[in-house]
């Protein structure tokens, strides 16, 4: 039970985003109004992105609070708090940039709702919201690690649960990092390639 209700409030924080926005405002043109403007499209999206994930974290916290107080709960005590701060930092940085890669695509083709709508259910089934990926055969496990996505979701929680695994720390430090910064600069030479054959008229 504490692993999913801290898993939901994780989930409700990373997982919210406006940048699927993003993809509208290539398809329609508007894109251009941020561009003549002297702002980084980076920037902007993730101020916007910010101030949407504090309003909710705001009713994510005051839901997880009444569903603990009123079923009284009785959640493990908090383990590692800064380490878990760290972890939920780079989570966001990598949907983030998973969500920008997504809304490029509009660069490229109309068809942009239906390929983020597949992404993002495989991405909640295979992040750990549902589960904790430890239930796995260690190999299976180990494997996971070298993907992206148990870092969205699944290592947080999992710290906030249980601290740190010993066993697993280094790997899983290396590639949350390794993926943070590989996404993001992957989102960047994306944008970089779409901007230069984007074009659009009548505005």
């Not at 940039?97 to 920008?100: A, D, E, G, P, V």
């Not at 601290?163 to 790997?171: A, H, L, S």
């Given at each position: 039970m504490s692993y999913i209700l801290f898993s939901s409030?994780?989930?409700t924080f990373i997982s919210s985003s406006r940048i699927s926005n993003l993809a509208?405002?290539?398809q329609s043109g508007g894109i251009m109004n941020l561009l003549l403007k002297p702002l980084s499209l980076f920037g902007y999206y993730a101020a916007t992105d910010a101030a949407d994930k504090l309003i909710n974290l705001f009713f994510g916290l005051l839901e997880f609070s009444l569903i603990v107080y009123f079923f009284a709960i009785p959640l493990v005590v908090p383990q590692q708090i800064a380490w878990s701060l760290f972890f939920v930092v780079c989570g966001v940085s990598i949907s983030f940039?998973?969500?920008?890669m997504l809304s490029f695509v509009g660069f490229w083709t109309p068809e942009v709702w239906a390929p983020r709508f597949l992404f993002m259910m495989l991405v909640t089934f295979v992040s750990g919201a549902y589960f904790p990926f430890d239930l796995f055969p260690p190999l299976a496990y180990r494997i996971l690690l070298f993907t992206p996505f148990p870092y969205l979701y699944f290592l947080p929680t999992k710290i906030v649960v249980d601290?740190?695994?010993?066993?697993?720390?280094?790997?899983q430090l290396v590639c949350f990092v390794g993926w943070a910064v590989g996404l993001f600069y992957l989102a960047n030479y994306m944008w970089k390639s779409g901007i230069k054959e984007f074009s659009f008229w009548g505005r």
């Open positions: 409030l994780v989930t509208y405002e290539i940039s998973i969500n920008l601290g740190i695994q010993t066993p697993y720390f280094v790997q």
